[in-house]
T-cell receptor, first 112, second 117 residues
């Protein structure tokens, strides 16, 4: 079983739709959680960190459920420019940045 | 401010050849990393460095060596390339940990696409 699991998709949604991705992680000692965005043939870039209380950044909302060990990302009012692969990233340890574990990504395609 | 840069962008090698990938960052970051990304596998850490002159093994270090002689540069070497090393290689850097101990954002370079025939 992979340490971080995501549905690879693709999720095909029309502009304006709301779409949600989930990610599960197996290590209960995981401390930090992130969503990165990766455009086709480009490098990953941080989209947002995920905090226990949940956090929102514009149209994006991230939530963490430690008890069930899953992380979610909600995108409201989808734009064509949201088309990308979304990587769920988990840190095994709070004190070592070398322990980032990347999911394989969920691909989102927004169509007109 | 270029961020993280990688050279070369593309390379084709024959089995057994050697090469060095160069990563440079101008953000004065302490930590630097080399990852490889393969279809269906996600990004996997090869080696990392927590400061000039120090390196450590990541998840998949076999077949690779690294050096960090200068703070801003992190080199990844393949001494004898194998087809299994065909991949996209990303370098990343990050600042020191937050005071709270939480992991911080990693900034990635544009990647190097390597094919080993």
């Amino acid at each position: 079983r992979k340490e971080v699991e995501q549905d690879p998709g693709p999720f095909n949604v029309p502009e304006g739709a709301t779409v949600a991705f989930n990610c599960t992680y197996s290590n209960s000692a995981s401390q930090s959680f992130f969503w990165y965005r990766q455009d086709c043939r480009k490098e990953p870039k941080l989209l947002m960190s995920v905090y226990s209380s949940g956090n929102e950044d514009g149209r994006f909302t991230a939530q963490l459920n430690r008890a069930s060990q899953y992380i979610s990302l909600l995108i409201r009012d989808s734009k064509l420019s949201d088309s990308a692969t979304y990587l769920c990233v988990v840190s095994r340890s709070a004190y070592n940045t070398d322990k980032l574990i990347f999911g394989t990504g969920t691909r989102l395609q927004v169509f007109p | 401010n270029a961020g993280v840069t990688q050279t070369p962008k593309f390379r084709v090698l024959k089995t057994g050849q050697s090469m060095t990938l160069l990563c440079a960052q101008d953000m004065n970051h302490e930590y630097m990393y080399w990852y490889r990304q393969d279809p269906g596998m996600g990004l996997r850490l090869i080696h990392y460095s927590v400061g000039e002159g120090t390196t450590a093994k990541g998840e998949v270090p076999d077949g690779y060596n690294v050096s960090r002689l200068k703070k801003q540069n992190f080199l990844l070497g393949l001494e004898s390339a194998a087809p299994s090393q065909t991949s996209v290689y990303f370098c990343a850097s990050s600042n020191l940990l937050e005071f709270s101990g939480g992991a911080v954002e990693q900034f990635f370079g544009p990647g190097t696409r390597l094919t080993v025939l």
